[in-house]
Nanobody
Framework: QVQLVESGGGLVQAGGSLRLSCAAS????????MGWYRQAPGKQRELVAR???????YYADSVKGRFTLSRGNAKNTVNLQMNSLKREDTAVYYC??????????????WGQGTQVTVSS
């Protein structure tokens, strides 16, 4: 069974850094892209960053220059390096993948989420 497992969330002071990792596993045939979304209380879920299988990246304006999304060393893994964290970065971060499991394409396959809390 396909799973997306996130790790790396936690509590950090403003100006600090965290690295989130997402590993997709379980009989994956192909992945077109993987990315991170976040949702703060009372706000809509928003796309933070995304990377395609070809290596092209997208970043939300709010995180450009501070966050870096890259492919991990492990298979089907991505890392989101978050630097210069701000209070407004506090949210639950969700890994998302556009993948084919041999049966169907999933364009909104979600992890369980990991909490990032930035204190002032």
């Amino acid at each position: 069974q396909v799973q997306l497992v996130e790790s790396g969330g936690g509590l950090v002071q403003a100006g600090g850094s965290l690295r989130l990792s997402c590993a997709a596993s379980g009989g994956i045939v192909s992945i077109n892209g993987m990315g991170w979304y976040r949702q703060a209380p009372g706000k809509q879920r928003e796309l933070v960053a995304r990377i395609t299988s070809g290596g092209s990246t997208y970043y939300a304006d709010s995180v450009k220059g501070r966050f870096t999304l890259s492919r991990g060393n492990a298979k089907n893994t991505v890392n989101l390096q978050m630097n210069s964290l701000k209070r407004e970065d506090t949210a639950v971060y969700y890994c998302n993948a556009d993948l084919y499991d041999g049966i169907k394409w999933w364009t909104a396959y979600w992890g369980q989420g990991t909490q990032v809390t930035v204190s002032s």
